[in-house]
T-cell receptor, first 114, second 118 residues
C-alpha cells in the first residue's frame, strides 16, 4: 500500500492567483499522475510522469503545469487561477510496469476559485 | 465512444444484502486490466479489486467479487453483506494493453453512487 499525501486538502482562492498543489509519496514509485474530478463525475487524467524529469499531458487539456525533479514529489501549478479551475484534484502513484499495476491515490485537494 | 460505461447513476441496497454494480467496457486489445475503486464522501479513491483479461477465475477480495464476463465485455462488482460504510461512489476503470499505446493510464467510468440503508 502506498502512502501518498496531498496539500492543501482545501483551498479557496481569488481569480488570478498563482497556486501550487503539492503531492508526495513515500514508496519510491516511479509513476505519478494528476487527475481532475468535478463533483459526482468521472476522473480525467491531466498530467502524468514515468520518472524524474519526465512529464506528459493527459487526456484532458489543462492549463496547469507539473514538474518532477524528485521521485517522491509531483507538484501541480496554476499560474493564474480562474473559476473554471474549481474542481477536485487527485494525485496518484504506481510502480511495476505490468498490466495489473495498481494506482494508489492521495486524499485530494478541493479547489474553489472565486 | 465511452470506453467504460456504468449505467447506474445511483443504487440503493438494504444493509446486509448483496448488491451488483454494473460496468461494461470497450476495447480492441486482447490484454487489459479492470479495476474497481471506492470513493467515500471524503474524496479519496480506494482500490478494491482487479481483474486481468486473461484471468480465468473471477477476482475476489473479502466481500468484493468481480463478475467478469469477457464475451459480454462486462465486469460487474458484487458487494456481499452490505454495510453502512459501503455507501460511496464506485468507479470502474480499465487499463488497456501496451499495443494500444495507453501504457499505464487508467480510463474511468462515470461512477455509481451506492447508498446502503439501515
Amino acid at each position: 500500500e502506498a502512502d501518498i499525501y496531498q496539500t492543501p486538502r482545501y483551498l479557496v482562492i481569488g481569480t488570478g492567483k498563482k497556486i501550487t498543489l503539492e503531492c508526495s509519496q513515500t514508496m519510491g514509485h516511479d509513476k505519478m499522475y494528476w487527475y481532475q474530478q468535478d463533483p459526482g463525475m468521472e476522473l480525467h487524467l491531466i498530467h502524468y510522469s514515468y520518472g524524474v524529469n519526465s512529464t506528459e499531458k493527459g487526456d484532458l487539456s489543462s492549463e496547469s503545469t507539473v514538474s518532477r525533479i524528485r521521485t517522491e514529489h509531483f507538484p501541480l501549478t496554476l499560474e493564474s487561477a480562474r473559476p473554471s479551475h474549481t474542481s477536485q484534484y487527485l494525485c496518484a502513484s504506481s510502480e511495476g510496469g505490468i498490466l495489473k499495476e495498481t494506482q494508489y491515490f492521495g486524499p485530494g485537494t478541493r479547489l474553489l476559485v472565486l | 465512444a465511452q470506453k467504460i460505461t456504468q449505467t447506474q447513476p445511483g443504487m440503493f441496497v438494504q444493509e446486509k444484502e448483496a448488491v451488483t454494480l454494473d460496468c461494461t467496457y470497450d476495447t480492441s486489445d486482447q490484454s487489459y486490466g479492470l479495476f474497481w475503486y471506492k470513493q467515500p464522501s471524503s474524496g479519496e479513491m480506494i482500490f478494491l479489486i482487479y481483474q486481468g483479461s486473461y484471468d480465468e477465475q473471477n477476482a475476489t477480495e473479502g466481500r468484493y467479487s468481480l463478475n467478469f464476463q469477457k464475451a459480454r465485455k462486462s465486469a460487474n462488482l458484487v458487494i456481499s453483506a452490505s454495510q453502512l460504510g459501503d455507501s460511496a461512489m464506485y468507479f470502474c476503470a480499465m487499463r488497456e494493453g501496451f499495443s494500444g499505446g495507453s501504457n499505464y493510464k487508467l480510463t474511468f467510468g462515470k461512477g455509481t453512487l451506492l447508498t446502503v440503508n439501515p
